[in-house]
């Protein structure tokens, strides 16, 4: 009987030999935390279609920002979720000063400063009383340009409010360029822009629109990413870069992996995906059914990711991964 002189089952005998020739290392400070702040509440509110995530208080908020400072965590993205009452037609609390994502932000400037990336999710569908990412026509259709113009206010806002990086996720041609001309006139020059280039309008989303208490009337299908293409994905990608898109993201990432890898060879800035509310609920109802292995699978999705190009992962596991990556190593 003849035996194979190659074993790669060799460098895999051991943790200690796995670990040394692993291709794929994940770290907390490639970790953003999506965290949502709710107008008036005076402590967390759970949200039941994600078990762990919730609804903060702006002191609890502050609290969050602390750990994850201290976990090592890259970054924070910051939704606003404000009462039914504040929402109108065109999403006007998005822009005020004292809206609830300004007050946010100004909130975990003054708590961390520099110590993270304070992110801000810089869309109108948390404020807009229809649910949609933009301004609404006459015939009840999203108009792209009014939306720009309340894209260029709002990303000002934001940035005087103390936001490191705003993230433009309402898919509106040309919105990367109008914000960056905004931000750059207004002397926020030094705040960067991270597109959401590739946001498709896919089924993993519910969720999430339960966090932010969401009103939306219809679908986005007229302006996210359509799931069956990718050639056109990277059309949004070289558009985005071109107007001036300091990174570029894939939402949501495990459906979309492909895209991930696809985008990461197109660019030389660096690549992000959202793993969305959906991916996470899923994740947690079969843990909780006892079908998986959580903490075993949080760790490998979060791996798939960044194996396939990802460099910056937004998760609502980030701050558990934190830790489950320093006893790991």
């Given at each position: 009987?003849?035996?194979?002189?190659?074993?790669?089952?060799?460098?895999?005998?051991?943790?200690?030999?796995?670990?040394?020739?692993?291709?794929?290392?994940?770290?907390?400070?490639?970790?953003?935390?999506?965290?949502?702040?709710?107008?008036?509440?005076?402590?967390?509110?759970?949200?039941?279609?994600?078990?762990?995530?919730?609804?903060?208080?702006?002191?609890?908020?502050?609290?969050?920002?602390?750990?994850?400072?201290?976990?090592?965590?890259?970054?924070?993205?910051?939704?606003?979720?404000?009462?039914?009452?504040?929402?109108?037609?065109?999403?006007?609390?998005?822009?005020?000063?004292?809206?609830?994502?300004?007050?946010?932000?100004?909130?975990?400037?003054?708590?961390?400063?520099?110590?993270?990336?304070?992110?801000?999710?810089?869309?109108?569908?948390?404020?807009?009383?229809?649910?949609?990412?933009?301004?609404?026509?006459?015939?009840?259709?999203?108009?792209?340009?009014?939306?720009?113009?309340?894209?260029?206010?709002?990303?000002?806002?934001?940035?005087?409010?103390?936001?490191?990086?705003?993230?433009?996720?309402?898919?509106?041609?040309?919105?990367?360029?109008?914000?960056?001309?905004?931000?750059?006139?207004?002397?926020?020059?030094?705040?960067?822009?991270?597109?959401?280039?590739?946001?498709?309008?896919?089924?993993?989303?519910?969720?999430?629109?339960?966090?932010?208490?969401?009103?939306?009337?219809?679908?986005?299908?007229?302006?996210?990413?359509?799931?069956?293409?990718?050639?056109?994905?990277?059309?949004?990608?070289?558009?985005?870069?071109?107007?001036?898109?300091?990174?570029?993201?894939?939402?949501?990432?495990?459906?979309?992996?492909?895209?991930?890898?696809?985008?990461?060879?197109?660019?030389?800035?660096?690549?992000?995906?959202?793993?969305?509310?959906?991916?996470?609920?899923?994740?947690?109802?079969?843990?909780?059914?006892?079908?998986?292995?959580?903490?075993?699978?949080?760790?490998?999705?979060l791996t798939s990711i960044k194996r396939?190009?990802?460099?910056?992962?937004l998760t609502y596991w980030a701050l558990?991964?934190?830790?489950?990556?320093?006893?790991?190593?």
């Amino acid at each position: 009987m003849s035996f194979p002189d190659i074993r790669p089952r060799r460098l895999r005998r051991t943790p200690a030999i796995r670990r040394l020739v692993e291709e794929t290392r994940l770290a907390p400070a490639e970790l953003i935390l999506p965290l949502f702040l709710k107008e008036g509440a005076t402590e967390p509110r759970p949200i039941s279609s994600l078990p762990g995530v919730v609804q903060h208080s702006r002191e609890s908020l502050r609290k969050v920002a602390h750990e994850a400072v201290t976990a090592g965590i890259g970054g924070l993205m910051l939704f606003g979720v404000p009462e039914n009452t504040s929402k109108d037609e065109t999403g006007s609390a998005g822009l005020d000063p004292d809206g609830i994502l300004n007050v946010g932000l100004r909130d975990l400037v003054s708590e961390v400063g520099d110590a993270t990336v304070i992110m801000s999710d810089l869309c109108l569908d948390e404020f807009t009383s229809h649910g949609h990412c933009g301004v609404l026509a006459a015939d009840g259709s999203v108009d792209n340009d009014a939306t720009l113009e309340i894209y260029a206010e709002m990303a000002v806002a934001q940035a005087a409010a103390g936001a490191h990086v705003v993230g433009p996720s309402g898919m509106m041609d040309g919105q990367v360029g109008v914000i960056r001309k905004a931000l750059d006139r207004a002397g926020y020059q030094d705040v960067s822009v991270l597109a959401y280039a590739a946001k498709y309008a896919g089924a993993f989303y519910g969720p999430f629109r339960e966090a932010v208490e969401s009103t939306l009337q219809g679908d986005r299908r007229q302006y996210q990413q359509d799931p069956p293409n990718l050639r056109e994905a990277l059309r949004e990608v070289d558009l985005d870069v071109a107007e001036g898109a300091d990174m570029v993201m894939v939402k949501p990432a495990l459906p979309y992996l492909d895209v991930i890898a696809a985008v990461r060879e197109r660019v030389t800035i660096p690549v992000a995906a959202y793993q969305v509310s959906g991916e996470y609920s899923m994740v947690e109802a079969a843990a909780a059914n006892g079908w998986i292995d959580r903490e075993r699978t949080i760790l490998e999705t979060l791996t798939s990711i960044k194996r396939a190009g990802a460099q910056i992962t937004l998760t609502y596991w980030a701050l558990e991964a934190a830790q489950l990556l320093r006893t790991r190593y």
